[in-house]
Structure formats: structure tokens, C-alpha cells
Nanobody, 124 residues
Framework: QVQLVESGGGSVQAGGSLRLSCAAF????????MGWFRQAPGKGREGVAF???????FVVDSVKGRFTLSQDNDKTTLYLQMNSLKPEDSAIYYC??????????????????WGQGTQVTVSS
């Protein structure tokens, strides 16, 4: 059974940094796409950054240059380093995974496994 557990959220001022962690439990195999979504109040859940089993990463334009995705050596923990945070980055951040060869979609409904979410609040 796949389980994802996020941690690392919190409150920071604009320009600050946070690092989110997603601990992954269960068997993932060699074909998966894992990443982060976020959902601000009153808005839909949007994809932020993704990585496939081969280590290829994708980061959406709105956070490119500020957010960095990485994994630990045994690929059991996914990290999202968030720098130069802006108030518009405030949201609940979710870790998610889908079992596919590539990260060929960032649509919420295509991801079958989700963590519980962690709150990120950026004040101006």
C-alpha cells in the first residue's frame, strides 16, 4: 500500500524559505511520477513540481528559479525547497504519485495517491 506523508510547512515572511518533505512508503517500482500540488483557498489544486523514476524533473513557470525538487539517495523522501517565497505561494501543499513511465501530466485527477497536505503561509 502506498502512503505519502508530508511535513515542513509553516509560516514565513515574504522572501523567506521553507523546505517541504514527503516521505514515501510502499513499493513504487521503476515507473512513477511523483510531485507536489498546491491549493489556495477558493482555487483548484495546481501542479507545482514533479520528478520521474529516472530523476527527470519538471517545475512550473510560476515557481521556476525559486523552487527546487530533489530526492534522497534511496528515493524514499521527496523534497521541495522553496526560496524567495511570495504571499501568492500560500496554500496547502500536497504530495502525490502516479504510476507511469513519464511525468506526462500535471492534472490532479491523473494522480491516484495523495498525502494529507501541509500548510504554507507567506505573509507580506
Amino acid at each position: 500500500q502506498v502512503q505519502l506523508v508530508e511535513s515542513g510547512g509553516g509560516s514565513v515572511q515574504a522572501g523567506g524559505s521553507l523546505r517541504l518533505s514527503c516521505a514515501a512508503f510502499g513499493y513504487f517500482g521503476s515507473n512513477y511520477c511523483m510531485g507536489w500540488f498546491r491549493q489556495a483557498p477558493g482555487k483548484g489544486r495546481e501542479g507545482v513540481a514533479f520528478i520521474d523514476a529516472r530523476g527527470t524533473t519538471f517545475v512550473v513557470d510560476s515557481v521556476k528559479g525559486r523552487f527546487t525538487l530533489s530526492q534522497d539517495n534511496d528515493k524514499t523522501t521527496l523534497y521541495l525547497q522553496m526560496n524567495s517565497l511570495k504571499p501568492e505561494d500560500s496554500a496547502i501543499y500536497y504530495c502525490a504519485v502516479r504510476f507511469s513511465r513519464y511525468c506526462d501530466t500535471t492534472v490532479e485527477r491523473d494522480f491516484g495517491y495523495w498525502g494529507q497536505g501541509t500548510q504554507v503561509t507567506v505573509s507580506s
